[in-house]
């Protein structure tokens, strides 16, 4: 899958999290990756200040890392959650 640093990416990136039961924020910080997953609680905090490219290189990298329940996700969702994981898979 070849990442597009689009705002419709984005877009993409930021409804597979609104279908999972993560929530995604945008807040201001200094997190050191730029990101900081709170697994516990299911939060993802994403630095607000970050330019689109920083942001979904962000959202991309968490959605590689954590596990979401694949039966709350539309159908294209879970088709593009499984595009992600699969770049992971042959990263590998």
């Known amino acids: 899958m070849e990442l597009k640093y689009t705002r419709h990416f984005l877009s993409k990136l930021e409804d597979l999290f609104a279908e999972s039961?993560?929530?995604l924020r945008?807040?201001?910080?200094?997190?050191?990756?730029?990101?900081c997953v709170l697994k516990d609680m299911k939060v993802v905090v994403?630095?607000?200040?970050?330019?689109l490219?920083?942001?979904?290189?962000?959202?991309?990298e968490i959605l590689r890392t954590i596990t979401?329940?694949?039966s709350r996700l539309s159908e294209k969702n879970q088709e593009f959650l499984a595009e992600i994981q699969s770049q992971e898979e042959e990263a590998s």
């Open 21 to 23: 039961d993560y929530m």
């Open 26 to 35: 945008y807040e201001k910080g200094n997190f050191k990756a730029g990101y």
């Open 46 to 51: 994403v630095n607000k200040y970050y330019a």
């Open 53 to 60: 490219e920083g942001k979904v290189n962000c959202l991309y």
């Open 68 to 70: 979401i329940d694949t």
